[in-house]
């Protein structure tokens, strides 16, 4: 089997509705009847492994609304003016709208630790998606043919893709403002990037650029999270600053 093929385990289960493999490739895509082993045989279990991913991913985001909501009816009872509660309400109500329409996750104070659980939940499912795929193509190594087995890896590599769940407009220092598109899987503009970004409960936001002239061998953006989320401020190990607007959608 070609190793590259697990390799992109590392990849998230994304699917979105029902699954139609006939859809993906074509007809043709499955293996014809009389081959080494019937499309059903491996259908079925590809099915099931995307259905079961997509319940688990509704799951997790079921439990980020519900945080919405918690949020929402602490409000009123919070020690803060009228007009501070009615900004919060605003925040909350703006954030919940993004996450539902867009899946943009909270940046907010009120939800910056929900947020963080969120994305625990989110690659757990994930992991145990791809863990479950990457068996499935173990069991049939030996019972496709070479042209069924590569059929079936294209099919995974078709399924197993992050999300966006942000972007920001960002800079540091005296270097271009650029947009930094976050993934779920906590890399930075591309699934496989070797930049990563890390979301604290404590309200910070971190970007880490490998770069062999930097302290440690990685630039790091540290900073701190607006309270409405909309913004970051920080700076790197030279202090040079790092800012931040997230870019709605």
């Not at 059903?40 to 995307?50: F, H, L, M, P, R």
């Not at 800079?171 to 496989?192: C, H």
């Not at 630039?219 to 309270?227: E, G, K, R, Y």
Request: one cysteine or more.
């Amino acid at each position: 089997m070609n190793q590259s093929f697990l390799n992109t385990m590392v990849l998230l289960l994304m699917v979105s509705g029902g699954l139609k493999l006939e859809s993906l490739f074509g007809n043709d895509a499955l293996p014809a009847e009389g081959n080494s082993l019937e499309a059903s045989a491996y259908a079925k279990e590809v099915e099931k492994i995307a259905e079961d991913h997509k319940t688990s991913r509704q799951a997790a985001a079921s439990k980020l609304n519900n945080q919405f909501d918690a949020a929402l009816k602490r409000v009123p009872k919070a020690k803060m003016s009228a007009e501070q509660k009615l900004r919060a309400q605003e925040v909350l109500r703006a954030e919940q709208k993004r996450f539902q329409e867009h899946g943009v996750i909270p940046f907010s104070q009120a939800l910056c630790s929900s947020s963080v659980k969120y994305l625990q939940e989110f690659n757990k499912c994930d992991l145990l998606a791809q863990n479950k795929f990457a068996e499935l193509i173990l069991k049939l190594d030996d019972r496709l043919t070479e042209a069924e087995l590569t059929k079936l890896k294209q099919l995974g590599d078709g399924l197993l893709k992050p999300v966006v769940v942000a972007r920001w407009s960002h800079q540091t220092g005296a270097n271009p403002r650029g947009t930094v598109t976050l993934l779920s899987n906590g890399r930075i503009g591309a699934a496989d990037s070797p930049n990563h970004w890390i979301l604290l409960t404590t309200g910070r936001i971190q970007f880490r650029w490998p770069n062999a002239a930097a302290p440690g061998g990685v630039w790091i953006d540290d900073s701190v999270l607006s309270p409405d989320g909309l913004e970051f401020k920080g700076k790197n190990q030279h202090n040079s600053a790092a800012l931040g607007t997230l870019i709605l959608p």
